[in-house]
């Protein structure tokens, strides 16, 4: 149960953070274009793969679909990673609080 939950924070998550770059780039055009090309480049790369002519070759839509796609898996990916030892260093906390003997 614990581990569904946090693949759904995961999910959620990677998309939430793909939506948060984009909207950043609309809202500070040509301001911080290069820090946001970083942060989509692990789509970027999956639509290299998927439509080798990116942008401007003749899949574009489907270009388009693997780097929003793609993005969304790299960052739920490591939200995944964070959750999960967050969660990991809260149980262990938690546990040593409990073994402790009171006084």
């Known amino acids: 149960m614990r581990k569904a939950a946090i693949v759904l924070a995961s999910i ?3 998309w939430a953070t793909s939506g948060a770059i984009g909207a950043i780039r609309d809202a500070f055009p040509g301001t911080v274009d290069v820090g ?3 942060l989509l480049l692990p789509g970027a790369f999956l639509g290299l793969i998927v439509a080798p002519g990116g942008v401007h070759g ?3 839509n489907i270009w388009i679909a693997s780097v929003l796609i793609g993005n969304a ?3 739920g990916a490591l939200w995944f990673l964070l959750l999960r030892i967050l969660l990991r260093k809260t149980l262990r906390s938690s546990g040593e609080r409990s073994s402790t003997p009171r006084a």
Do not use: A, N, W
């Open 58 to 60: 003749g899949r574009v």
């Open 12 to 14: 959620i998550l990677g």
């Open 36 to 38: 946001l090309d970083l």
């Open 73 to 75: 898996l790299f960052y």
